[in-house]
Protein backbone atom coordinates (compact mmCIF):
# COMPACT_ATOMS: atom_id res chain seq x y z
CA UNK A 1 0.00 0.00 0.00
CA UNK A 2 0.97 3.77 -0.55
CA UNK A 3 0.54 6.43 1.72
CA UNK A 4 -1.57 8.48 -1.23
CA UNK A 5 -4.00 5.49 -0.52
CA UNK A 6 -4.90 7.09 2.72
CA UNK A 7 -5.66 10.04 1.54
CA UNK A 8 -9.16 11.67 1.72
CA UNK A 9 -10.98 15.06 2.02
CA UNK A 10 -12.33 16.47 5.15
CA UNK A 11 -14.05 19.69 5.92
CA UNK A 12 -12.51 21.41 8.47
CA UNK A 13 -16.20 21.97 10.68
CA UNK A 14 -16.49 18.34 11.17
CA UNK A 15 -12.86 18.84 13.21
CA UNK A 16 -14.77 18.17 16.77
CA UNK A 17 -13.45 20.98 19.19
CA UNK A 18 -15.07 19.92 22.45
CA UNK A 19 -16.11 16.78 23.39
CA UNK A 20 -19.66 15.00 24.28
CA UNK A 21 -21.30 15.52 27.15
CA UNK A 22 -21.68 12.78 28.90
CA UNK A 23 -18.32 11.05 27.04
CA UNK A 24 -20.26 7.79 25.97
CA UNK A 25 -22.85 9.84 24.13
CA UNK A 26 -20.93 10.13 21.15
CA UNK A 27 -22.06 8.14 17.83
CA UNK A 28 -20.51 4.94 17.24
CA UNK A 29 -20.43 3.43 14.12
CA UNK A 30 -19.88 -0.39 14.12
CA UNK A 31 -18.06 -2.25 11.31
CA UNK A 32 -18.90 -5.78 10.90
CA UNK A 33 -16.36 -7.74 8.60
CA UNK A 34 -18.13 -10.67 8.04
CA UNK A 35 -20.21 -8.67 5.65
CA UNK A 36 -18.82 -5.29 5.53
CA UNK A 37 -22.16 -3.99 7.23
CA UNK A 38 -22.16 -0.81 8.63
CA UNK A 39 -24.38 0.24 11.95
CA UNK A 40 -24.90 3.40 13.69
CA UNK A 41 -25.17 3.12 17.70
CA UNK A 42 -24.23 5.32 20.45
CA UNK A 43 -21.13 4.79 22.53
CA UNK A 44 -22.57 3.95 25.11
CA UNK A 45 -24.63 0.88 23.15
CA UNK A 46 -20.81 -1.17 23.38
CA UNK A 47 -22.17 -2.86 26.78
CA UNK A 48 -24.13 -4.84 24.27
CA UNK A 49 -21.62 -6.09 22.28
CA UNK A 50 -19.58 -7.68 25.05
CA UNK A 51 -20.23 -10.98 26.51
CA UNK A 52 -19.27 -12.82 30.14
CA UNK A 53 -15.58 -14.51 29.19
CA UNK A 54 -14.33 -11.39 27.59
CA UNK A 55 -12.07 -8.67 27.96
CA UNK A 56 -11.13 -5.08 27.46
CA UNK A 57 -7.73 -4.15 27.27
CA UNK A 58 -7.07 -0.66 28.16
CA UNK A 59 -4.15 2.36 27.98
CA UNK A 60 -3.76 3.42 31.32
CA UNK A 61 -1.25 6.60 30.32
CA UNK A 62 -2.02 9.75 31.75
CA UNK A 63 -1.41 13.43 30.14
CA UNK A 64 0.79 15.71 31.55
CA UNK A 65 0.19 19.96 30.83
CA UNK A 66 3.28 19.66 28.45
CA UNK A 67 3.49 22.82 27.12
CA UNK A 68 4.96 25.43 29.51
CA UNK A 69 5.45 29.25 28.15
CA UNK A 70 8.94 30.85 29.49
CA UNK A 71 10.74 34.01 28.70
CA UNK A 72 14.70 33.70 27.83
CA UNK A 73 17.15 35.36 30.01
CA UNK A 74 18.28 39.08 28.88
CA UNK A 75 15.74 39.30 26.03
CA UNK A 76 12.52 38.55 28.05
CA UNK A 77 11.35 37.05 24.56
CA UNK A 78 8.43 34.56 25.19
CA UNK A 79 9.34 30.96 24.45
CA UNK A 80 7.24 27.96 24.02
CA UNK A 81 8.51 25.07 25.65
CA UNK A 82 7.04 21.39 24.78
CA UNK A 83 7.88 18.49 26.92
CA UNK A 84 8.48 15.15 25.22
CA UNK A 85 9.89 12.98 27.38
CA UNK A 86 12.13 12.92 30.34
CA UNK A 87 15.38 11.30 29.55
CA UNK A 88 16.88 11.44 33.04
CA UNK A 89 14.74 11.95 36.08
CA UNK A 90 17.53 12.75 38.49
CA UNK A 91 19.26 15.01 36.66
CA UNK A 92 16.13 16.79 35.35
CA UNK A 93 17.02 16.18 31.81
CA UNK A 94 14.05 16.77 28.98
CA UNK A 95 13.58 16.17 25.47
CA UNK A 96 11.33 19.33 24.28
CA UNK A 97 10.38 21.33 21.24
CA UNK A 98 10.59 25.05 21.55
CA UNK A 99 9.09 27.71 19.55
CA UNK A 100 10.03 29.77 18.17
CA UNK A 101 13.43 28.22 17.73
CA UNK A 102 15.62 30.58 15.92
CA UNK A 103 16.28 32.70 19.25
CA UNK A 104 17.10 29.43 21.37
CA UNK A 105 20.82 28.07 21.60
CA UNK A 106 22.97 26.29 23.56
CA UNK A 107 23.65 27.66 26.96
CA UNK A 108 20.67 29.72 27.11
CA UNK A 109 18.37 29.53 29.93
CA UNK A 110 14.43 29.80 29.95
CA UNK A 111 12.38 30.93 33.01
CA UNK A 112 9.00 29.82 34.08
CA UNK A 113 6.68 31.16 37.08
CA UNK A 114 8.09 34.19 37.82
CA UNK A 115 11.67 32.80 37.36
CA UNK A 116 11.29 30.39 39.98
CA UNK A 117 11.92 27.40 37.45
CA UNK A 118 14.05 27.56 34.72
CA UNK A 119 15.60 25.28 32.08
CA UNK A 120 18.86 25.27 30.35
CA UNK A 121 19.21 24.61 26.47
CA UNK A 122 22.26 21.42 26.54
CA UNK A 123 22.11 20.07 23.24
CA UNK A 124 20.51 20.24 19.93
CA UNK A 125 18.99 17.37 18.66
CA UNK A 126 16.54 18.83 15.43
CA UNK A 127 15.16 22.02 13.65
CA UNK A 128 13.21 22.77 16.71
CA UNK A 129 14.40 19.93 19.07
CA UNK A 130 16.65 20.88 22.02
CA UNK A 131 17.67 19.09 25.32
CA UNK A 132 16.97 21.13 28.30
CA UNK A 133 18.11 20.60 32.02
CA UNK A 134 15.92 22.00 34.89
CA UNK A 135 17.41 23.81 38.02
CA UNK A 136 14.11 22.14 39.78
CA UNK A 137 14.52 18.64 40.28
CA UNK A 138 12.34 17.14 43.12
CA UNK A 139 8.11 16.63 41.80
CA UNK A 140 9.07 18.48 38.90
CA UNK A 141 5.79 16.76 37.72
CA UNK A 142 3.64 18.56 40.16
CA UNK A 143 5.21 22.11 39.08
CA UNK A 144 4.58 20.99 35.30
CA UNK A 145 0.99 20.01 36.71
CA UNK A 146 0.36 23.59 38.37
CA UNK A 147 1.85 25.78 35.46
CA UNK A 148 1.57 23.91 31.98
CA UNK A 149 -1.26 23.56 29.42
CA UNK A 150 -3.24 20.68 28.53
CA UNK A 151 -1.42 19.73 24.76
CA UNK A 152 -4.68 19.57 22.63
CA UNK A 153 -3.41 18.49 19.04
CA UNK A 154 -3.23 21.36 16.73
CA UNK A 155 -5.88 20.82 14.51
CA UNK A 156 -8.46 21.65 17.34
CA UNK A 157 -7.58 24.90 16.61
CA UNK A 158 -8.19 26.78 20.46
CA UNK A 159 -6.54 27.82 23.26
CA UNK A 160 -6.81 25.00 26.26
CA UNK A 161 -8.90 25.74 29.14
CA UNK A 162 -9.12 24.45 32.83
CA UNK A 163 -11.53 22.25 31.67
CA UNK A 164 -9.67 20.28 28.86
CA UNK A 165 -7.34 19.22 32.15
CA UNK A 166 -10.15 16.90 32.51
CA UNK A 167 -11.79 15.85 29.13
CA UNK A 168 -8.60 15.19 27.49
CA UNK A 169 -8.00 12.64 29.76
CA UNK A 170 -9.10 9.29 30.03
CA UNK A 171 -11.06 8.20 33.24
CA UNK A 172 -8.85 5.24 33.96
CA UNK A 173 -5.99 7.30 33.31
CA UNK A 174 -3.25 6.12 36.21
CA UNK A 175 0.62 6.66 35.07
CA UNK A 176 1.90 9.95 33.66
CA UNK A 177 3.97 9.85 30.92
CA UNK A 178 1.80 11.06 27.13
CA UNK A 179 1.66 14.75 25.57
CA UNK A 180 -1.43 13.04 23.81
CA UNK A 181 -4.35 11.49 24.89
CA UNK A 182 -5.24 7.67 23.54
CA UNK A 183 -8.50 9.42 22.20
CA UNK A 184 -10.53 6.02 21.54
CA UNK A 185 -10.35 5.89 25.53
CA UNK A 186 -12.16 9.02 26.11
CA UNK A 187 -15.37 8.20 25.12
CA UNK A 188 -15.58 5.77 28.38
CA UNK A 189 -17.41 6.48 31.48
CA UNK A 190 -17.23 5.05 35.02
CA UNK A 191 -20.87 4.26 34.96
CA UNK A 192 -19.60 1.84 31.50
CA UNK A 193 -16.80 0.63 32.66
CA UNK A 194 -18.69 -1.07 35.83
CA UNK A 195 -21.61 -2.27 33.57
CA UNK A 196 -18.96 -4.11 31.34
CA UNK A 197 -17.31 -5.41 34.76
CA UNK A 198 -21.08 -6.72 36.28
CA UNK A 199 -21.45 -8.61 32.74
CA UNK A 200 -18.36 -10.53 33.61
CA UNK A 201 -16.02 -8.54 31.09
CA UNK A 202 -12.02 -8.42 32.82
CA UNK A 203 -10.76 -4.92 32.63
CA UNK A 204 -6.84 -5.19 31.60
CA UNK A 205 -4.61 -2.48 32.20
CA UNK A 206 -1.11 -1.95 30.34
CA UNK A 207 0.98 1.41 29.49
CA UNK A 208 2.00 3.36 26.34
CA UNK A 209 2.94 6.67 26.47
CA UNK A 210 2.31 8.54 23.80
CA UNK A 211 4.98 11.21 22.05
CA UNK A 212 4.34 12.96 19.23
CA UNK A 213 4.47 10.77 16.92
CA UNK A 214 1.14 9.86 16.45
CA UNK A 215 1.23 13.85 14.69
CA UNK A 216 4.04 13.43 12.56
CA UNK A 217 3.32 13.06 9.09
CA UNK A 218 4.55 9.83 6.76
CA UNK A 219 6.71 11.43 4.13
CA UNK A 220 7.46 8.57 1.83
CA UNK A 221 5.20 6.98 -0.84
CA UNK A 222 6.49 4.09 0.50
CA UNK A 223 5.03 3.29 3.77
CA UNK A 224 8.08 -0.15 4.45
CA UNK A 225 10.55 3.01 4.41
CA UNK A 226 8.63 4.91 7.19
CA UNK A 227 10.36 4.91 11.11
CA UNK A 228 7.94 5.26 13.33
CA UNK A 229 9.01 7.29 16.75
CA UNK A 230 9.75 4.85 19.42
CA UNK A 231 7.39 5.12 22.75
CA UNK A 232 7.62 3.47 26.22
CA UNK A 233 4.91 0.42 27.21
CA UNK A 234 4.46 -1.87 30.13
CA UNK A 235 2.63 -5.08 30.11
CA UNK A 236 1.92 -6.36 33.51
CA UNK A 237 1.75 -10.22 34.15
CA UNK A 238 -1.38 -9.60 35.25
CA UNK A 239 -2.86 -8.30 32.31
CA UNK A 240 -1.04 -11.35 30.83
CA UNK A 241 -2.80 -13.14 32.52
CA UNK A 242 -6.76 -12.18 31.71
CA UNK A 243 -5.77 -11.72 28.08
CA UNK A 244 -4.50 -15.21 27.34
CA UNK A 245 -7.32 -16.58 30.00
CA UNK A 246 -9.68 -15.12 27.27
CA UNK A 247 -7.87 -16.80 24.46
CA UNK A 248 -7.57 -19.77 25.73
CA UNK A 249 -11.38 -19.85 26.99
CA UNK A 250 -12.20 -19.00 23.50
CA UNK A 251 -13.43 -15.24 24.46
CA UNK A 252 -13.16 -12.26 22.48
CA UNK A 253 -9.96 -9.37 23.07
CA UNK A 254 -11.40 -6.39 22.97
CA UNK A 255 -8.53 -3.71 21.98
CA UNK A 256 -9.66 0.36 22.96
CA UNK A 257 -6.85 2.10 20.89
CA UNK A 258 -4.44 2.08 18.11
CA UNK A 259 -1.97 2.81 21.13
CA UNK A 260 -3.19 -0.34 23.16
CA UNK A 261 -2.86 -2.52 19.65
CA UNK A 262 0.53 -1.44 19.04
CA UNK A 263 1.69 -2.04 22.60
CA UNK A 264 0.09 -5.87 22.54
CA UNK A 265 1.58 -6.51 19.30
CA UNK A 266 4.93 -5.51 20.00
CA UNK A 267 4.63 -8.87 22.39
CA UNK A 268 2.81 -11.97 21.35
CA UNK A 269 4.30 -15.32 21.63
CA UNK A 270 4.65 -17.74 18.70
CA UNK A 271 1.19 -19.28 20.33
CA UNK A 272 -0.56 -16.34 19.79
CA UNK A 273 -0.66 -15.05 23.31
CA UNK A 274 0.57 -12.35 24.84
CA UNK A 275 3.64 -12.20 27.58
CA UNK A 276 4.40 -9.52 29.90
CA UNK A 277 7.04 -6.86 28.84
CA UNK A 278 8.40 -3.19 29.38
CA UNK A 279 10.55 -1.02 26.78
CA UNK A 280 10.25 0.73 23.50
CA UNK A 281 8.33 -0.26 20.73
CA UNK A 282 8.65 1.75 16.91
CA UNK A 283 6.15 -0.98 15.45
CA UNK A 284 4.85 0.43 12.62
CA UNK A 285 1.35 -1.47 11.39
CA UNK A 286 -0.10 -1.13 7.67
CA UNK A 287 -1.55 -3.58 5.21
CA UNK A 288 -1.59 -6.41 5.07
CA UNK A 289 -0.60 -7.08 8.82
CA UNK A 290 -1.41 -10.35 10.53
CA UNK A 291 -2.99 -9.22 14.56
CA UNK A 292 -2.05 -12.14 16.37
CA UNK A 293 -4.14 -11.13 19.47
CA UNK A 294 -7.01 -8.43 18.79
CA UNK A 295 -9.92 -9.75 18.10
CA UNK A 296 -12.34 -6.00 17.86
CA UNK A 297 -11.30 -2.80 17.84
CA UNK A 298 -12.48 0.31 19.72
CA UNK A 299 -10.83 3.96 17.51
CA UNK A 300 -12.05 6.85 16.53
CA UNK A 301 -11.47 8.73 12.52
CA UNK A 302 -8.07 9.72 12.32
CA UNK A 303 -6.16 12.14 9.94
CA UNK A 304 -5.50 11.60 6.18
CA UNK A 305 -2.33 10.08 5.90
CA UNK A 306 -1.63 9.48 9.42
CA UNK A 307 -0.26 6.09 10.93
CA UNK A 308 -3.13 5.86 13.13
CA UNK A 309 -5.73 4.95 9.80
CA UNK A 310 -3.31 2.60 8.47
CA UNK A 311 -3.58 0.41 11.44
CA UNK A 312 -7.33 1.06 11.56
CA UNK A 313 -7.37 -0.11 7.63
CA UNK A 314 -4.99 -3.28 8.10
CA UNK A 315 -7.52 -4.38 10.58
CA UNK A 316 -10.61 -4.15 8.76
CA UNK A 317 -9.39 -3.32 5.23
CA UNK A 318 -8.85 -0.08 3.67
CA UNK A 319 -11.71 -0.34 1.33
CA UNK A 320 -13.94 -1.13 3.93
CA UNK A 321 -12.54 1.72 6.14
CA UNK A 322 -12.98 4.23 3.35
CA UNK A 323 -16.71 3.44 2.99
CA UNK A 324 -17.41 4.30 6.81
CA UNK A 325 -15.42 7.40 6.70
CA UNK A 326 -17.01 8.51 3.18
CA UNK A 327 -20.35 7.94 5.39
CA UNK A 328 -19.41 9.66 8.07
CA UNK A 329 -18.42 12.75 6.30
CA UNK A 330 -21.29 12.28 4.27
CA UNK A 331 -23.74 12.63 7.03
CA UNK A 332 -21.57 14.64 8.94
CA UNK A 333 -19.92 12.70 12.05
CA UNK A 334 -17.36 14.70 14.49
CA UNK A 335 -13.68 14.00 13.69
CA UNK A 336 -10.57 13.16 15.74
CA UNK A 337 -9.58 13.77 19.29
CA UNK A 338 -12.68 14.72 20.55
CA UNK A 339 -14.61 13.12 17.84
CA UNK A 340 -17.17 10.46 17.06
CA UNK A 341 -16.14 6.54 17.64
CA UNK A 342 -15.81 3.34 15.72
CA UNK A 343 -16.21 -0.24 16.38
CA UNK A 344 -14.79 -2.63 14.46
CA UNK A 345 -15.75 -6.29 14.94
Known sequence: MKLSDFKYPLPRNLIAKYPAKPR????????????????????????????????????????????????????????????????????????VIVDPARKVRIGNKIYFDDGKI??????????????????????LFKIIERI??????????????????????????????????????????????????????????????????????????????????SEYYE??????????????????????GTSTVRAIESSVTTTGHLKANRGWTDKFIF???DFKVVDALITNFHMPESTLLMLVSAFAGRDFVMKAYKKAIKEKWRFYSYGDAMFIQ
Not at 59 to 68: G, H, M, S, W
Not at 119 to 124: A, L, M, S
Not at 236 to 252: E, F, L, R
Request: glycine residues 6%; hydrophobic residues 35%.
Open 24 to 95: DASKLMVLNRSDESLEEKRFADLVSYFSKGDCLVINQTKVFPARLFGRKEKTNAKIEVFLLRELNHDEAIWD
Open 118 to 139: WCEVIDNTTSRGRTVRFNYKND
Open 148 to 229: GVTPLPYYINRDATEEDKETYQTVYAKIVGSVAAPTAGLHFTKRLLTQLEKKGVKIAPLILHLGLGSFRPVEVEDLSKHKMD
Open 235 to 256: IPQSTVDMVNKTIDGKGSVFVA
Open 287 to 289: PPY
